[in-house]
């Protein structure tokens, strides 16, 4: 009824060109790819390192039971009905499933992910990494991978992810290199092993406590939670921050309003769920260490010893519940880029906060380059991730928002290839040789 997709109308510029290469095929890949094809411009690929059925954390390292989003958000949908997750888990179910679910197991929700990449024949190709990225000629992209060798294209999206621009946040006082008795929370963990045994969670972030419960559940002894604050957060105030006036206002404020708005949303840290921590404490083997943060550690072959405030805690396992950095030098397949590319800490003069490193992206999540007019092609990279949220909020990481950031992506990507191919256009307008008219419309006895 939409007449989608439409036909491509960007000039093709030569064999194994892509017009845009979208790193990632995961659910941030997937919904760029379907904002990319309403536009017509459908030659485009999206590439993944893991397997089929396993792009991002939802049947890999996630662990919360249930999404932490409610279930009737449209999320990867944009403003089509019949592909939200409601339809589709609807016409699975049936409306009385529909209204009985609370919220969305996360394995049914990669379920629905699969569907919709399948349903729209999304252009994924799996199993193939991405190791670096750098210019090519005549102002494309060289991408090189493992398995294809360089890929040439016009524009790339970066669509890794949590730590897609950078890598997981370990604290100063883990060794490095650090053996297998210390994981972190997005790491692969063998909690089967852990039964029976002790085991140490840093952290009170929702991570934190799904790992903790998750250890619990598989027969864990005891788990210790610590936890350097004095108290629990109770509050998630960027829940509040989901409206269309932050979709559309937040990138037009200057920069020092832009993070004063997001440092006023996690000054007191994030709440994990309810739900999760309901989990948790339901275990009897459960034990929260309030203001208690970790000093030191040293790792054997057995377990770990934790220096603590008040003595040692020894575990056979300590899990990282520390959340990921965002830092492109952390990338190795970024790490050349770092360098030239502007971050907040340039935009601000003097901040050396959480967001220093943040890129610091143009309105269409283009990176900038750091120095005025040089690296300019950087401008044809896009960072579509939670690395964006100090440019322009929350668009490009969770499911509340992806559908607006990706439709701001796909505009600006069809703005300025179009602007790229402005000759181009001027020449097939003139060249344009259907006729409307075929000259027998007008009888000669009509002629005066």
């Given at each position: ?41 459908r030659n485009h690929r999206l590439l993944d390192a893991a397997p089929a059925g396993q792009e991002g954390p939802w049947v890999t390292y996630a662990r919360m039971i249930t999404l932490r989003s409610p279930k009737h958000l449209v999320g990867p949908a944009q403003d089509l009905p019949n592909l939200t997750f409601r339809a589709w888990y609807t016409a699975l179910h049936g409306e009385a499933g529909w209204q009985a679910l609370d919220k969305i197991p996360r394995g049914v929700w990669m379920d629905y992910l699969i569907w919709f990449r399948a349903v729209l024949a999304l252009p994924v190709t799996n199993g193939i990494a991405v190791q670096s990225v750098a210019p090519g000629p005549d102002g494309l992209i060289a991408v090189r991978t493992d398995t294809e060798g360089t ?298």
């Amino acid at each position: 009824m939409l007449n989608l997709p439409p036909a491509n109308w960007v000039p093709p510029r030569g064999a194994g060109i892509s017009d845009v290469l979208i790193v990632g095929g995961g659910m941030m890949g997937l919904t760029a790819s379907l904002a990319l094809m309403r536009l017509g411009i459908r030659n485009h690929r999206l590439l993944d390192a893991a397997p089929a059925g396993q792009e991002g954390p939802w049947v890999t390292y996630a662990r919360m039971i249930t999404l932490r989003s409610p279930k009737h958000l449209v999320g990867p949908a944009q403003d089509l009905p019949n592909l939200t997750f409601r339809a589709w888990y609807t016409a699975l179910h049936g409306e009385a499933g529909w209204q009985a679910l609370d919220k969305i197991p996360r394995g049914v929700w990669m379920d629905y992910l699969i569907w919709f990449r399948a349903v729209l024949a999304l252009p994924v190709t799996n199993g193939i990494a991405v190791q670096s990225v750098a210019p090519g000629p005549d102002g494309l992209i060289a991408v090189r991978t493992d398995t294809e060798g360089t890929l040439l294209t016009r524009r790339v999206v970066l669509a890794t992810g949590r730590d897609g621009l950078g890598g997981l946040r370990l604290p100063g006082w883990v060794p490095s290199p650090r053996g297998p008795r210390i994981r972190h929370s997005a790491e692969t963990v063998d909690f089967a092993a852990l039964a029976g045994k002790t085991v140490a969670v840093v952290g009170a972030s929702a991570s934190a406590v799904d790992n903790a419960a998750t250890a619990l559940e598989h027969g864990a002894a005891n788990v210790h939670m610590l936890v350097r604050r004095p108290a629990l957060p109770v509050l998630n105030r960027f829940k509040s921050m989901t409206h269309a006036g932050y979709t559309f206002g937040l990138p037009l404020l200057d920069d020092a309003m832009r993070l004063r708005l997001l440092r006023s949303a996690a000054e007191d840290a994030v709440a994990p769920p309810r739900d999760s921590l309901l989990r948790l404490a339901a275990q009897p083997g459960f034990r929260l260490h309030l203001a208690t943060p970790v000093l030191a550690v040293a790792e054997d072959a057995s377990g770990v010893t934790l220096r603590l405030p008040k003595g040692e805690l020894r575990a056979a396992m300590l899990i990282l519940g520390t959340g990921f950095a965002v830092d492109l030098s952390m990338r190795p397949e970024l790490a050349a880029l770092a360098p030239l590319v502007r971050c907040w800490g340039d935009a601000l003069p003097g901040e050396t906060g959480e967001y220093a490193t943040y890129p610091h992206l143009g309105p269409g999540f283009e990176l900038e380059s750091r120095e005025a007019g040089e690296a300019e092609w950087l401008g044809r990279i896009h960072a579509f991730s939670i690395g964006a949220i100090a440019s322009l909020g929350l668009i490009s990481g969770d499911i509340p928002g992806v559908g607006d950031g990706a439709r701001r992506l796909a505009e600006a990507i069809a703005a300025s290839l179009f602007r790229e191919d402005a000759a181009a256009h001027l020449a097939a307008l003139r060249a344009y040789a259907d006729p409307e008219l075929l000259g027998d419309e007008v009888p000669a006895a009509a002629l005066a």
